[in-house]
């Protein structure tokens, strides 16, 4: 069964540094596009950042570039997604998902497999 969890949110601080894990199973990481969304109170999922299939070619939303890195550790078969200097407004449930096709894609519909989410807090 293809499965991802993620893990790692939590209360921080603006300008604090969190980790998210994005933990695959029952597929290889690598075989597929990995996204993240996020989801803030009373709006809609968007997706902010992925890494693609084929090359690991990233990709980053203006909110978040410079800030964020996303990144694929095979061994482990995870995706990690550093969050620096974090501000209020990342405040969301964060959901990592996982596709076959397209090669990389933010879109929500472009993705099968979903995680159940990690909530991240950041107080100012």
């Known amino acids: 069964e293809v499965q991802v969890v993620e893990s790692g949110g939590g209360l921080v601080q603006a300008g604090g540094s969190l980790r998210l894990s994005c933990a695959a199973s029952g597929f290889t990481a690598d075989d597929y596009a990995i996204g993240w969304f996020r989801q803030a109170p009373g709006k809609e999922r968007e997706g902010f950042s992925c890494?693609?299939?084929?090359?690991?070619?990233?990709y980053y939303s203006d909110s978040v570039q410079g800030r964020f890195t996303i990144s694929r550790d095979n061994a482990k078969n995870t995706v990690y997604l550093q969050m620096n200097t974090l501000k209020p407004e990342d405040t969301a449930v964060y959901y990592c998902?996982?596709?076959?096709?397209?090669?990389?894609?933010?879109?929500?519909?472009?993705?099968?497999?979903w995680g159940q989410g990690t909530r991240v807090t950041v107080s100012s």
């Open positions: 890494i693609s299939k084929s090359d690991g070619t990233k």
């Open positions: 998902a996982a596709t076959t096709y397209p090669d990389m894609s933010t879109s929500l519909g472009a993705y099968d497999y």
